[in-house]
Nanobody, 115 residues
Framework: EAQLVESGGGLVQAGGSLRLSCSAS????????VGWFRQAPGKEREGISCISKRDGSTYYADSVKGRFTLSSGNAKNAVFLQMNNLKPEDTGVYYC????????WGQGVQVTVSS
């Protein structure tokens, strides 16, 4: 029943921006921190950012801190990842999931940053 769906991937040149969206359903969104993971070619999947709607707290991995911003705005069941100043090393497949108790993984969305 629980489901999270990502959208918004694409191809962008270095220094550009992309905005990813995550729509959640089937669980009480406020009870779980929700965020983003990514898997670069040849590397393990890593958590890069999450937000708790309960208190609004956020987490960012050092690799994206200062460039990526995770927010929910007034949306009750969605989060958005604004990615600015993208670098080629940001290339990978991006996944949305519950950060500490993830459910089944989807296919994610491809983000490709060219130099």
């Amino acid at each position: 029943e629980a489901q999270l769906v990502e959208s918004g991937g694409g191809l962008v040149q270095a220094g550009g921006s992309l905005r990813l969206s995550c729509s959640a359903s089937g669980f009480t969104f406020d009870d779980f921190a929700v965020g983003w993971f990514r898997q670069a070619p040849g590397k393990e999947r890593e958590g890069i950012s999450c937000i708790s709607k309960r208190d609004g707290s956020t987490y960012y991995a050092d690799s994206v801190k200062g460039r990526f911003t995770l927010s929910s705005g007034n949306a009750k069941n969605a989060v958005f990842l604004q990615m600015n100043n993208l670098k080629p090393e940001d290339t990978g497949v991006y996944y949305c999931n519950r950060f500490y108790s993830p459910i089944a993984w989807g296919q994610g969305v491809q983000v490709t940053v060219s130099s």
